[in-house]
């Protein structure tokens, strides 16, 4: 029952440099979001999917990349990191019923670029 | 401009007693409304929700009221423990987005003194 999974938990990143970040779910959930979280800034959508192979733009999606290659999995790139990318990371996944069934989050990724 | 807002950063309660958390929201296409609470290092977690054609929702210790001629929804914690100690978040979604996003507040971090 692993629900959601993140990895790497925590990361330091030098301004400039590239990394993914990795979410997997093993609910067969069809929707999947990447959120930022910031100090009173609540959770800000990034991208997200609605299924194997299709992404699209959230709320803040600049300087941010994804892909959704197989169903269970949606990666996040940051292709040169900047300070303003500071942030807690959280994937989540939610199936395509009803909605009062909510996102299913993972732990969160705690990202600083220095 | 963010259009689910939670304007109290923080709030302090004594054990035993009634929480109210507070959200208010803008965009009048918001029909469905849920709460989400986290932990430290932990991912948010579903709580309660409310569809706009109900104007509450109980389930067990936790309520939740919609006005919808006010836009405004609350949560009521009763009795408060310290367990619950925590953040809050609110999140709005509409109909019509076919990924079945949610708009989140800023959040709420409750503390509830034993």
């Not at chain 1, 699209?56 to 940051?78: I, T």
């Not at chain 2, 978040?89 to 076919?98: E, G, L, M, R, V």
Request: positive net charge; proline residues 5%.
């Amino acid at each position: 029952n692993a629900g959601v999974t993140q990895t790497p938990k925590f990361r330091v990143l030098k301004t400039g440099q590239s990394m993914t970040l990795l979410c997997a779910q093993d609910m067969n959930h069809e929707y999947m979001y990447w959120y930022r979280q910031d100090p009173g800034m609540g959770l800000r959508l990034i991208h997200y999917s609605v299924g194997e192979g299709t992404t699209a733009k959230g709320e803040v999606p600049d300087g941010y990349n994804v892909s959704r290659l197989k169903k269970q999995n949606f990666l996040l790139g940051l292709e040169s990191a900047a300070p303003s990318q500071t942030s807690v990371y959280f994937c989540a996944s939610s199936s395509t019923g009803p909605r009062n069934y909510g996102y299913t989050f993972g732990s969160g990724t705690r990202l600083t670029v220095v | 401009d963010q259009q689910v807002k939670q304007n109290s950063p923080s709030l302090s309660v004594q054990e035993g007693r009634i929480s109210i958390l507070n959200c208010d929201y803008t965009n009048s296409m918001f029909d469905y409304f849920l709460w989400y609470k986290k932990y430290p290092a932990e991912g948010p977690t579903f709580l309660i929700s409310i569809s706009s054609i109900k104007d509450k929702n109980e389930d067990g210790r936790f309520t939740v009221f919609l006005n919808k001629s006010a836009k405004h929804l609350s949560l009521h914690i009763v009795p408060s423990q310290p367990g619950d100690s925590a953040v809050y978040f609110c999140a709005a979604s509409d109909p019509y987005n076919a990924g079945n996003m949610l708009t989140f507040g800023g959040g709420t971090r409750l503390m509830v003194k034993p």
